[in-house]
């Protein structure tokens, strides 16, 4: 089981910035695998088909994405891949706006750091991943939801891990509510 | 010429002066002509009793573990901060490397913790602050930092005597990225002594080979340690210098004492001479032989030396 | 020296430039409108005196009052879709994350130039002409020698 | 709204295996914007074409959506069937219901089923909200510039002029070759390496479609690629294309200097060609601007030429080239304070080259034995010189040369002026000053002596009686009195009558106590004068103090010498005396800051006034225009006693007035009066010929300077003293003091000179050269060329071996690089292929070759990485000498023997085999014994035996770094380097040879170390891409590239800060908005995703497609 590549510890947000050990980016996973520390639980886990959808770099993850097709290797069906041009295209806004209009889970694969075909897009979309994370933290939503992962062009088996490790972190939660 | 030693920011105080076992049993002259330029040159510094030897000698004849150094080297270096002179001003090049060493070493946070736990029974520790404000810098090094001063104070003319410089291996080939100047080539000694118009001879073949002295293998090795200073005076000699100036007491010792015992062993002639550079820079500006250089203390005749540089009469003001 | 209903009028639409009227009124104070801000920061590359600060934190509730039709307004319409409760307090922005920071502007700082004004090209900071006569203008130590004394 | 047509495929059972197509068509035609939707077996085949092409007609679509594989694998397929179909680019969507769908959830069919339907909505809504692109299309420069000239810039420039494109070759050096010319032969085959690079350079010398630019570097790049725009700017060679290449020059030019094609093995002169078959084959002169003597001397006289030639000997050419500015070159090689020597790089290292003496001594030697033709007359125009003073004679002389008839007008009854007039004999004797005046009218000018101006005639009777132009050169004659009490008394004379009188032999007597005021040169003359006249005191007393005195230090020196007294910081208040003077008092003063002028009044200081006791007091304290010189001058302005004149013309007020020397610019040295003089005669033959035909003013050169690095591989040795006669003899006789070189002396001097400049401008190459190709005046030029790529192939240089002080390169003779030693083993090289040891020339017996030298070093002092060919050069080197002295034994110490590549082991071998010794060591430290040869003590790592030996020659194999144009061009272009300073690839495996930024290749050892087939290999590949990428001729970039909407840009530059490509910039087109470059954008939509006000999308990428897609 794979976890999401992005976390980091959660710094705590004094209104003026105090000085405080600057949090390093640290690559570390932050569930484990067996349980989720969900704010609230509703009803039933179940209740119907999760979605989630994937923004996937055209050199590296999509080229791997393929490759796991062709090998006709069983997906999570839960999974809708988006082709961009390179990770460093996915903005904060298609995130959320996924989420919005009916995703539970979202999450960006790209190349491996310093193998990015444009040299720092993969870190640019670390980054806005991290942001993203800690606003739907702040509004109280579960942080898993969104996630980044880097692999290269030729490793199939991790882009099938992240897929099956990112659905079933999904399934475990519920289905996003909306307003 | 230009000097080709770097500039660096003068140290004019904070000095505390880390006597040396050699210097004070084999060359007192030396610390004393160090004291003088000290004074001469405006560099405020103490001498510490609290501060004891650096056991570089036993360490480096493997007569006791590094982790002894270790803590030795702690020890001092707390005593010099505590001092509020945490600049340490090496006399001898291996003082200067070990400590140096040491200090990397207390970087380490096991090897500072076990360091620490010896010290918590005399009361001290080596913290932070402590690693962080300690200076080890060698004699010359606070000299050269002063330079500017000394074309001004010259009371003797050193034209015509050719100086060459044996490069001391501990200041140059344990740390050689941080040496002042090219640690292939060290030129900061015959820098040291241009403003008294001394001739420099500054790189000749095997400038870089080792004194001979060896810790142990004097002792131990006498045989080949006496060859490898013979072949180090027979290409001095073929340099025709008066003065080879040194930066450890070790080479002096090393040299002064057996210069003569090589030359009847070989029955060839090397006809120069062997200070520190401390005493020929201050010969230069005026300091009595005997008093302040401690020329006394060598086995060589250093008379025809010092007539020559008009050191016997009073010194011009 | 009191302003006449002209003076008045030109000082009361002056948007930034130093009013300048008279030796009395000296620059502008500085109003921020937080919910127009995109965080481009050309307001901090505008100020003379570092009086506009951009920090690596940002305060979703920022997000919350972007206007309808702006990036950040449709950023803050998903979000407060699946929010389940008002955003907490600021967080710290990762570092490649260049727009999404809170723009600190301190008073004390500021000569009043209006050059932020001038720079922000969505209208979030905007220039009020200090008060004539105000005493305070004299208590900010701003006012030229013999004023007000 | 949009015409969107759906094609479903069904790929062979693929995908209709797992997905209801039917269904998913039937769902489909729901979707808003859906107007057609139709299955198809295999859509990707000629059917599929065939199906899309009928709908697209019969429905009228602007849009499709295809169902079907990955848009990776068939996406192009479609994308070329909308463009021929006239919909434009960005006007397909796709669905991946094969690798997104039915092979994935094989198992389950409907969940895939849902899923396909969801992705399906998906394309549908991104078509949607796709907009067609219109591709920009750029025009493709069809020509390529080719940066170093070596076997890489060459075999790429070859290869591109094959394919029918124009190549600007541009290499830095002199010819064309680069590193390779150097070599002797190459390995393995051992064939010589002229014989493949000579056909190469031939090659690019005659093909029409390469364009040879040497001497040339690149200094700027703008453009897109296809349309780059480089500057260049063009070092001149100072050889016009009329040289031959006979070599004549060479053997005439003075000046040796070290060879950089021979590495320093041997010397070249300052003309000189690198290597017979250069390309071009024109010689170049190596000038590196005017050395400081030259620049500093008022008259800019080529002083580093007659040292040059002094050097060899050659006094009469050494002679022409001092007299061409100066007819006074005896007189000024006395009497000159010489600034020269006090700028002479030199006085850095050890003391100055004794420039005026040398000169003195060529005047003296060859000044008499030169001939004067009398110059052919060419105008009529009659010009008078007023005054026989350096100013004039040198004026008349110049004017004489121009083909002018000229008469010069002396006050005196003898010509010659200060010279003759002023100067003592002891310093100057009178036959030196009258040879030299003699030389002068030897020109055909007329001189009229014993005629004052002003009284036996005016500037107007001189225009009057048909004098086209009068030049008033007439000095300063009057001596300056102070106007003290006392002075009417007798025994008060001026400076300039005593000098005077003594000079004509008028009857002059001085007492026995004399006074001299006044602290300039003049003041000395008179006090030695005196002396020399009986006096038996004599004291110098003046306003300035000891340091700030003007007289020469030399001059002031010997005076102190013989006796004069000398009286610093004293301003004259009273002669006393009844009758006759007795004494003279003096206030102790200081200097005031200086006036407009210059000139520090004195200030009179606390302390006593000062009584001198004195019979005669002379006055040297300034000299003044004759008086009514200048009557029946109208016109002739004259401010602060001095004559004003036009700087740039010379003329004075008055229209063919002219003015120059001492009476146009007060009190100065001969060689600024010479140097006046001269740009008289060019501004009055300017005037007269009604045009500025000359410079009147020399063109300044910039000034060579010699680095303290060059400097201190210098040995010192000491100046050549000159003898002077000793004090007591000369106090009182008119002998001259200093008595000048001996030519051994002056030989020996004039080789202490340091040729700063390079060429010292001496022109004997410009007299010597039969094709007279030699052009001095050449000046550098800049040039832009549009060019549609670039190859760098810049190459390498050698580790400097002087960064490892123990191995005593640059010290020991016989120490040398393989490079030095392949120049060795050249048949072309300067020992003709023979081995020879540089100490001693012999035939060295034993030799020691020391590999990874500076590579394969963690130190601070070499590089990490490994230089690939230092084993193969060595090996070969060995081979070579083994071959030719079989008494020679080689030994080579490596650390680890790398020979990859084709036949290289098995060339080992066969080296083994003829008996070359190698050792597994890695030696620290040479020693030089007394006779040259090198004690070389090793371990060897293999036997762990310790070795210690004697050699006679030691060849360092010093490894490869990035050459210095490679760091210089990749500053000016913006190229990235590694370590070491190789220029870093594109991509080390899929893309080697194409740099960082697109249009730019790089090829050869500027990329990294590697022999010369690789090169060869890099710089054909180069040349492939760049025929490939312009090709078409023309380029559509792509529409997948960035693109910022001006009007909703709110230039906040985010997007420039963050662009990898550095494609994107702020422009300011009445707002400030960002304009991305679309040839260099890369299309990774980082700005896009940043953009604050999102005006920023990328083509196919945009917010409202991915968006749509996203949130279906």
Same mark, same amino acid.
């Given at each position: ?25 640290? #690559? ?90 444009? #040299? ?13 994370? #800690?606003?739907? #933290? ?42 | ?13 904070? *000095? ?6 050699? *210097? ?32 570089? /000698? ?81 004699? %010359? ?45 060290? /030129? ?58 040194? /930066? ?53 005749? %250093? ?15 | ?149 | ?194 014989? &493949? ?557 340091? &040729? ?69 083993? &050249? ?69 680890? $023997? ?91 495996? $899929? ?122």
């Amino acid at each position: 089981m794979n976890v999401p590549v992005v976390a980091e510890a959660e710094p705590t947000a004094p209104a003026v910035a105090a000085t405080e050990v600057r949090v390093a980016q640290v #690559r570390v996973p932050e569930i484990s695998a067996a349980g989720v520390p969900v704010s609230e639980v509703i009803a039933d886990a179940a209740d119907g088909e999760r979605s989630i959808v994937a923004f996937l770099c055209r050199e590296c993850a999509y080229s791997a994405a393929d490759a796991a097709g062709n090998a006709r290797t069983s997906l999570p069906p839960t999974i809708r891949t988006i082709m961009v041009p390179c990770t460093g295209r996915v903005s904060p806004l298609h995130l959320l706006a996924a989420l919005a209009e009916g995703a539970d889970g979202v999450y960006v694969a790209g190349c491996l750091e310093g193998q990015c075909h444009h #040299r720092v897009g993969n870190f640019h979309a670390l980054d806005r991943v991290a942001f993203v994370r #800690r606003l739907l #933290r702040s509004v109280g939503v579960e942080p898993e939801r969104a996630a980044m992962f880097t692999m290269s062009a030729a490793d199939t088996p991790r882009f099938v891990a992240t897929a099956r490790g990112m659905d079933a972190t999904i399934s475990q939660l519920p289905r996003l509510p909306r307003s | 010429m230009p000097h080709t030693t770097p500039e660096v920011d003068p140290i004019a105080g904070g *000095v505390q002066l880390f006597r040396s076992c050699m *210097v004070s049993s084999e060359y007192p002259g030396a610390e004393a002509a160090t004291k003088w330029l000290f004074e001469k040159l405006g560099v405020e510094y103490i001498v510490n009793p609290e501060q004891t030897c650096c056991t570089g /000698m036993g360490y480096y004849t493997d007569l006791m573990p590094f982790a002894t150094t270790l803590a030795i080297a702690a020890r001092n270096a707390c005593v010099a901060v505590e001092a509020g002179h945490p600049v340490q001003a090496y006399l001898c090049s291996t003082c200067y490397a070990i400590n140096k060493k040491a200090h990397r070493v207390l970087e380490v946070p096991e090897h500072r913790r076990e360091v620490n736990r010896v010290l918590a029974e005399i009361g001290r520790v080596y913290d932070d602050t402590i690693a962080q404000t300690i200076q080890h810098r060698h004699v %010359l090094e606070v000299l050269w930092s002063q330079h500017e001063k000394l074309a001004g104070l010259v009371r003797r003319r050193l034209g015509g005597i050719r100086v060459a410089t044996h490069p001391a291996c501990h200041y140059c080939k344990v740390f050689p990225d941080e040496v002042l100047g090219d640690s292939e080539n060290l /030129m900061l000694a015959e820098d040291l002594l241009e403003p008294a118009g001394v001739t420099r001879t500054g790189d000749y073949p095997e400038k870089t080979t080792h004194c001979g002295a060896g810790f142990r293998q004097r002792f131990v090795n006498p045989a080949m340690s006496l060859a490898v200073t013979r072949e180090k005076l027979r290409r001095l000699a073929a340099e025709k210098v008066d003065v080879c100036v040194h /930066m450890c007491p070790n080479c002096t010792v090393q040299f002064d004492r057996h210069h003569d015992i090589i030359e009847r062993t070989s029955d060839e002639e090397y006809p120069f001479v062997h200070l520190h550079v401390q005493q020929l820079v201050a010969l230069a500006l005026g300091a009595d032989p005997d008093t302040v250089c401690g020329v006394a203390a060598h086995s060589q005749d %250093l008379e025809p030396l010092l007539q020559r540089i008009g050191a016997r009469q009073a010194a011009p003001l | 020296m009191p302003l006449s209903a002209r003076g008045r009028q030109i000082a009361g639409d002056l948007r930034g430039a130093t009013s300048g009227v008279s030796a009395g009124v000296l620059g502008c104070d500085v109003v921020r409108h937080d919910e127009l801000c995109v965080g481009c920061g050309r307001c901090v590359s505008a100020c003379p005196t570092g009086a506009m600060r951009q920090d690596d934190w940002f305060d979703p509730a920022q997000l919350f009052s972007a206007p309808a039709g702006t990036g950040r307004g449709a950023l803050a319409a998903a979000l407060r879709r699946i929010a389940r409760h008002e955003p907490s307090g600021p967080f710290r922005v990762p570092d490649r994350v260049r727009t999404f920071r809170r723009i600190l502007f301190s008073a004390d700082l500021c000569a009043g130039c209006g050059a932020c004004v001038r720079a922000c090209p969505t209208g979030a900071v905007e220039a009020s002409p200090v008060p004539v006569g105000d005493l305070e203008v004299a208590a900010r130590g701003l006012a030229p020698a013999g004023v007000g004394t | 709204m949009t015409r969107c047509g759906v094609f479903l495929c069904e790929c062979g059972g693929n995908i209709s295996g797992v997905l209801d197509l039917p269904a998913l068509a039937a769902g489909g035609r729901s979707l808003d914007g859906v107007v057609n939707v139709t299955v198809s077996q295999f859509l990707c085949g000629a059917e599929g074409r065939r199906l899309i092409e009928g709908v697209v007609a019969d429905r009228g679509l602007d849009r499709i959506v295809i169902g079907s594989c990955s848009r990776r694998f068939q996406g192009p397929t479609f994308e070329r069937i909308a463009r021929d179909l006239e919909l434009g680019e960005n006007t397909v969507a796709f669905a991946n219901l094969r690798e997104g769908c039915a092979f994935i959830h094989r198992h389950e069919p409907e969940k895939a089923q849902r899923k396909a339907e969801t992705v399906l909505a998906a394309a549908v809504a991104r078509a949607g909200r796709q907009r067609p692109l219109q591709p920009s299309r750029t025009f493709l420069n069809r020509s390529a510039l080719v940066v170093g000239g070596g076997i890489a810039g060459l075999s790429a420039a070859e290869e591109l002029a094959g394919a029918g494109i124009t190549v600007h070759l541009v290499e830095r050096g002199q010819s064309l070759g680069g590193y390779m010319a150097r070599l002797s032969k190459t390995f393995p085959t051992e064939d010589c390496a002229m014989c &493949s690079l000579g056909p190469r350079l031939a090659n690019a010398a005659t093909d029409s479609r390469i364009n040879v630019h040497t001497l040339t570097e690149v200094t700027g790049l703008s453009g897109p690629p296809g349309e780059f725009r480089v500057r260049l700017r063009h070092s001149p060679r100072f050889v016009s294309d009329q040289c031959v290449g006979c070599g004549t020059c060479t053997a005439v030019c003075p000046v040796e200097l070290e060879s950089e094609f021979d590495l320093g093995v041997t010397r070249r002169k300052a003309i000189s060609r690198p290597f017979a078959n250069a390309v071009p084959s024109t010689f170049a002169i190596d000038n590196r601007g005017w050395a400081p003597c030259t620049s500093t001397c008022p008259a800019h006289t080529a002083a580093q030429g007659y040292i040059a030639l002094a050097a060899q000997g050659r006094w009469a050419e050494a002679y022409r080239v001092a007299s061409a500015p100066n007819p006074f070159p005896s007189v000024c090689g006395r009497i000159c304070p010489h600034e020269c020597e006090e700028q002479c790089t030199r006085g850095r290292l050890d003391q100055p080259v004794a420039i005026a003496a040398i000169k003195r001594f060529v005047a003296d030697q060859a000044g008499a034995a030169d001939p004067v033709e009398p110059p052919v007359r060419r105008f009529e125009d009659r010009v008078a010189v007023v005054g026989a003073g350096p100013a004039g004679l040198t004026a008349a002389r110049d004017l004489a040369l121009l083909g002018y008839p000229v008469t010069v007008f002396e006050a005196q009854g003898v010509a010659g002026g200060m010279l003759r007039l002023g100067v003592p004999e002891y310093r100057l004797p009178r036959d030196v000053v009258a040879s030299e005046v003699e030389r002068v009218l030897a020109h055909g000018v007329e001189l009229r002596a014993g005629e004052r101006c002003g009284h036996d005639y005016t500037v107007d009777s001189l225009l009057a009686s048909g004098y086209r132009a009068v030049l008033l050169a007439l000095g300063l004659p009057q001596a300056r009195l102070l106007p003290l009490e006392g002075r009417e008394l007798p025994g008060v004379i001026g400076g300039l009558d005593l000098l005077r009188s003594r000079a004509l032999g008028d009857p002059i007597a001085v007492g026995r106590c004399v006074v001299v005021v006044g602290g300039g040169d003049v003041a000395v003359d008179a006090a030695r004068t005196a002396l020399r006249l009986g006096a038996e005191r004599v004291t110098i007393a003046c306003i300035e103090d000891r340091a700030t005195l003007p007289a020469q230090p030399g001059e002031l020196a010997e005076a102190i010498a013989e006796g004069v007294e000398l009286a610093p910081s004293l301003m004259p208040v009273a002669l006393l005396g009844d009758g006759a003077l007795s004494s003279i008092r003096f206030q102790p003063c200081t200097l005031a800051e200086p006036d407009a002028r210059g000139w520090r009044p004195p200030e009179p200081s606390a302390g006593e006034p000062v009584e001198v006791e004195a019979d005669t007091v002379v006055f040297c304290v300034g000299q003044a225009l004759g008086e009514d010189a200048l009557a029946g001058a109208a016109g002739v302005a004259v401010a602060g006693g001095r004559i004003v004149v036009d700087r740039e013309t010379m003329m004075t007020g008055r229209r063919g007035v002219f003015a120059a020397g001492d009476a146009a610019g007060g009190g100065l040295i001969a060689i600024e009066a010479i140097a006046a003089g001269a740009r008289a005669a060019r501004g009055i033959h300017n005037h007269l010929r009604g045009e500025a035909l000359l410079d009147v003013w020399p063109v300044e050169r910039e000034r060579a300077e010699v680095s303290d690095l060059e400097l201190s591989r210098r040995r010192s040795r000491p100046r050549q003293e000159m003898r002077v006669i000793p004090p007591e003899e000369r106090r009182t006789s008119w002998q001259e003091v200093r008595l000048g070189f001996t030519e051994e002396e002056a030989l020996a001097e004039a080789r202490r000179c340091l &040729s700063c400049g390079g060429c010292s401008e001496c022109r004997s190459c410009e007299q010597a050269c039969p094709a007279g190709a030699i052009d001095l005046t050449q000046k550098p030029w800049e040039e832009e060329l549009t060019v549609g790529a670039l190859i760098v192939a810049t190459g390498h240089q050698e580790f400097d071996a002087r960064r490892k002080p123990p191995l005593g390169y640059g010290r020991y003779a016989n120490v040398l690089t393989q490079s030095q030693l392949a120049r060795l083993l &050249s048949a072309s090289g300067p020992t003709g292929g023979e081995l020879r040891r540089p100490s001693d020339g012999q035939v060295p017996k034993r030799v020691f070759m020391l590999q990874c030298v500076g590579s394969r070093d963690s130190t601070s002092r070499g590089n990490e990485h490994c230089s690939a060919i230092c084993c193969l050069f060595a090996t070969l080197h060995a081979s070579l000498i083994r071959e030719s002295y079989p008494g020679t034994q080689v030994t080579i110490a490596y650390t680890d $023997l790398r020979m990859p590549g084709k036949g290289h082991e098995e060339y080992l071998k066969l080296v083994a085999e003829r008996g070359v010794r190698y050792v597994r060591s890695r030696v620290g430290e040479l020693a030089e014994e007394q006779d040259k040869s090198l004690r070389v003590r090793w371990e060897d790592t293999v036997t762990g035996g310790k070795h210690e030996e004697l050699f006679d020659l030691v060849v360092l194999s010093a490894g490869l770094e990035a050459s210095a144009g490679t760091t210089q061009i990749a500053r000016v272009i913006g190229l990235q380097q590694g370590a070491a300073g190789f220029l870093k690839e594109y991509h080390p495996k $899929l893309r080697p040879v194409d740099s960082q930024r697109a249009g730019i290749f790089i090829a050869g050892t500027a990329q990294g170390p590697k022999g010369i087939p690789e090169t060869i290999a890099q710089a054909k590949a180069a040349a492939a891409r760049v025929t490939s990428m312009l090709h078409g001729g023309m380029a559509a970039t792509p529409v997948e590239v960035a693109f910022s909407d001006p009007d909703v840009c709110i230039g906040c530059g985010v997007c420039v800060s963050v662009c990898p490509q550095g494609a994107v910039r702020l422009v300011d087109g009445g707002r400030v908005h960002a304009l991305v470059d679309q040839a260099s954008c890369r299309g990774c939509g980082i700005c896009a995703a940043e953009c604050p006000s999102g005006a920023m999308t990328v083509g196919g990428f945009s917010d409202a497609a991915l968006l749509a897609e996203a949130t279906v």
